[in-house]
Every structure is written in structure tokens, then in C-alpha cells.
């Protein structure tokens, strides 16, 4: 059985690993999650990737935005904003509250956050095995510039949700990440697996983000499996969301060519682009980097499964080459 190891973000990487289950029905996935987008609010502790994979895998995600619940509603929300409790810019619904109640409690219990995903897990069924990146605290911020306070930094949730990353980025900063450890499983995985793959998620805040939990990086580059990402970046625009404003500011370019040297060929083994970035592939290429270029819209199962399935097969002629 072949065993894939899948660093995943939120939307992006969740319906990629939809595709990946379609083109891999029998292999052994395991997701290892970011949780620098965590943030508690209404003494909750929220975790939104984890969540947007566990609900998009088990058939429960709001399939038109790609977050949330299907068949919300927002009493609960609106009854706090009667209350004059915020923040009312976090749309948690009704459904997602007792998600995040149920976490909250069995935190609070001493559970750690591993164990409690696994047992949210039991509920959704994902048919993958979901691990978040750390059980340790890490919450991602972005240091702008405000009118009042000058330069400051925000939790990435307020940057990216109230904000809609509308100011300049000047860096982006997983706090506490430096301290954090990777949470139980995570290293076992990446050292027993036959692929490893970096979905087309953000590369700064959701991959990145898992990147840098110590031990997690220096674990894949020393796994000797190929490493095949995928490009966010098709004809140097994010596919979705705002990647280019944190792409700025950690001085990376918004193309297929310089989000694959931001990953390094000492990291990244192969690389997907799309079509219309086909000239990218040499430029790829001369930094070490196996690159193909296919198509990476994720229109609809069958797309993303194809996508999935070159991934692998990218890795499959990589594998081969090196072996004995």
C-alpha cells in the first residue's frame, strides 16, 4: 500500500485531497495540517484548515465557499452581535459552534489537540488520517501598517478575513512555531512514506507555516522520497484567496517559477505547473527541480483527480530513477 504524507492548508489543500483519494483510492494518506490559522474567539479555540479538511472529506463543508458548514445558520452569531460581543467579522456558524465547543472542552479536559482531532475525526470519517502540525500553540501573524498605531502586527485571521489582505504585507510571522514540536505522528509519517506532497496550498501561511515547526522540514528533506508540489500560481495569479500579498512579503514572486525556488530544490524534488505557465518549466528545471506542466484547475472531482494523479506519477518516474 502506498503511503502518501500531504501538507494541507485550508480550501486548496482540502480539495485537492479529495482528488487525491479519487486518484489513490487504496493508498494510505495522512494530512498533516496547519494550525497557525488557529484563533480563539468567544473562549473557543478554532481551527479552521483542520476543520475545512475534516468537513470538506466527510461531507459536511459549504461546497460554494469552501469553508464552513453546509445548511448553516447564524443565530448564535447574531445574538452576540446583539450583545454588542464581537468580533463580528468571524462568521462562525451554528453548526461550526459546536465543533469548536466540543474542542474547547476536551482541551480544556487536557486533551491535547492531536487527540481531540482524531476524535472530531471519528465523527466525519475524512478516510484520511488528519494530524495537525503541532499540539503546541502557534498562531500566524502580519505586521501592516495602521493609521492609529503605525506599525503593528495582527493575527493572520483578522489580515486575511476583516482585512481581505488589503494592506501591504510587510512580514509574515508564525508565533511560536520557534518553540513548538511536531505533534505525535507527524515525523513517523514523513519518515515512512513513499511520496510527500505540497498541494496547492498557500506556500507562506499554510505550507510555510507547517515548514516551520523545528524537525519538520530538515524530516522531509531527509526522507528520500520524492517531494512533488503543486503551483498555486497559474499565469502568475493566485487560484484562489490572496497568496501573492504574503508571497510580497516574504519577497517571493507571484509565478509558478519563484514559488518553487521559495521551496528550494533541497526540499522540493518535482514540481506541477499549469499549462499556461509551460515556460516556466525550464526555468524550474535549472534549479534542480523535476517540473511538468499540466492542468491545475480544480473545476470539478475528475480535474483535481488528474491533477492528483500526475502528482504521483511525477513521483512515480522520480522514485524510479533512483532506484536500485
Known amino acids: ?38 484563533i480563539h474567539l468567544f473562549g473557543l479555540k478554532v481551527c479552521p484548515d483542520l476543520d475545512t479538511v475534516m468537513y470538506t472529506l466527510g461531507g459536511g463543508i459549504h461546497e460554494e465557499q469552501g469553508w464552513g458548514r453546509a445548511d448553516e445558520s447564524f443565530a448564535v452569531k447574531e445574538e452576540l452581535a446583539a450583545y454588542g460581543v464581537g468580533p463580528e467579522w468571524f462568521g462562525l456558524g451554528d453548526r461550526d459552534f459546536a465543533t469548536h465547543i466540543v474542542r474547547t472542552q476536551m482541551m480544556a479536559a487536557g486533551f491535547p489537540l492531536s487527540a481531540v482531532t482524531e476524535a472530531l475525526c471519528r465523527r466525519w470519517e ?31 485571521q483578522e489580515y486575511w478575513v476583516r482585512l481581505r489582505a488589503e494592506p501591504t504585507a510587510h512580514a509574515v510571522v508564525p508565533v511560536g512555531a520557534d518553540k513548538a514540536e511536531p505533534a505525535p505522528g507527524v515525523l513517523a509519517a514523513i519518515g515512512s512514506a513513499d511520496v510527500i506532497v505540497f498541494p496547492p496550498s498557500n506556500p507562506v501561511v499554510s505550507v510555510g507555516t507547517i515548514l516551520a515547526v523545528p524537525g519538520v522540514r530538515e524530516a522531509i528533506a531527509a526522507a528520500g522520497v520524492p517531494v512533488v508540489g503543486l503551483s498555486p500560481i497559474v499565469g502568475g495569479a ?15 514572486e507571484a509565478t509558478a517559477a519563484a514559488v518553487a525556488a521559495h521551496y528550494g530544490s533541497g526540499l522540493l524534488d518535482g514540481w506541477l505547473v499549469d499549462t499556461a505557465d509551460a515556460d516556466a518549466v ?43
Open 238 to 252: 493566485p487560484v484562489r484567496g490572496m497568496a501573492d500579498k504574503v508571497l510580497a512579503a516574504v519577497g517571493v
Open 1 to 38: 500500500m502506498q503511503r502518501i504524507v500531504v501538507l494541507a492548508g485550508g480550501t486548496g489543500g482540502a480539495r485537492f485531497l479529495r482528488g487525491l483519494k479519487l486518484a489513490a483510492p487504496e493508498a494510505e494518506i495522512t494530512v498533516v495540517g496547519n494550525t497557525g490559522d488557529d
Open 126 to 156: 475524512p478516510g484520511v488520517r488528519l494530524l495537525p502540525m503541532t499540539d503546541d500553540r502557534v498562531e500566524t501573524h502580519v505586521l501592516i501598517d495602521t493609521e492609529d498605531e503605525g506599525r503593528k502586527a495582527i493575527h493572520f
Open 282 to 324: 525550464p526555468v524550474v528545471e535549472a534549479d534542480g527541480i523535476r517540473c511538468r506542466a499540466v492542468p491545475l484547475m480544480m473545476t470539478d472531482a475528475d480535474a483535481t483527480a488528474a491533477m492528483a494523479r500526475a502528482a504521483l506519477e511525477l513521483a512515480g518516474e522520480l522514485t524510479a530513477e533512483v532506484a536500485p
